[in-house]
């Protein structure tokens, strides 16, 4: 069944502690954390802590805790890039664009005239790192 959570996805794992990730924030509800493999300068991904798949399945509660936490976040990745602007993705299922089934949103920097890189290819650690410090700074 496609619509059931399935608590081995990696970004489960990584809630668990069982994988590493590149921590920008969190609260009770929400972590935000950098993707490894950036379509822009400050690529970070906000998710629940909570169990769900996708948008489909999640809460208003889920909703409005990641929606808070996106808000603080894209403020600061775009102070901490000079940015002109922000691109918010999600995407819901294969047919959708998913790839990792725990909701998550994307945060992108974005500058006038640059465009999104496209997806799969992995980045450099040190630079995620030290844009991930450049966030947290902002915020
Ligand atoms: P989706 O297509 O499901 O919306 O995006 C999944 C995202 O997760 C992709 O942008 C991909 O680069 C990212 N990603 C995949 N595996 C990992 C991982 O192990 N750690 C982190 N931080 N990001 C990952």
Redesign the pocket.
């Known amino acids: 069944m496609s619509d059931i959570y399935d608590d081995q996805n990696?970004?489960a794992k990584?809630l668990r502690g069982e994988?590493p990730?590149?921590k920008v924030f969190e609260d009770d509800e929400t972590l935000c954390?950098?993707?490894?493999?950036?379509?822009t300068e400050g690529?970070c991904?906000v998710i629940p802590k909570t169990p769900c798949r996708n948008i489909l399945d999640a809460t208003p509660q889920q909703l409005a805790a990641c929606m808070a936490t996106v808000n603080k976040v894209a403020n600061a990745a775009k102070t901490a890039f000079d940015a002109d602007g922000i691109s918010l993705?999600?995407?819901s299922e294969a047919a959708g664009?998913?790839?990792?089934?725990h909701l998550?949103f994307?945060i992108h920097p974005r500058h006038e005239g640059v465009a999104i890189r496209p997806?799969?290819t992995m980045g450099d650690m040190d630079v995620i790192k030290v844009n991930a410090a450049r966030i947290t700074a902002a915020l």
Do not use: C
């Open positions: 990696i970004f990584i994988i990730s590149i954390f950098m993707d490894i493999m950036p379509r690529h991904l993705f999600q995407f664009g998913q790839e990792v089934f998550h994307h997806p799969g």
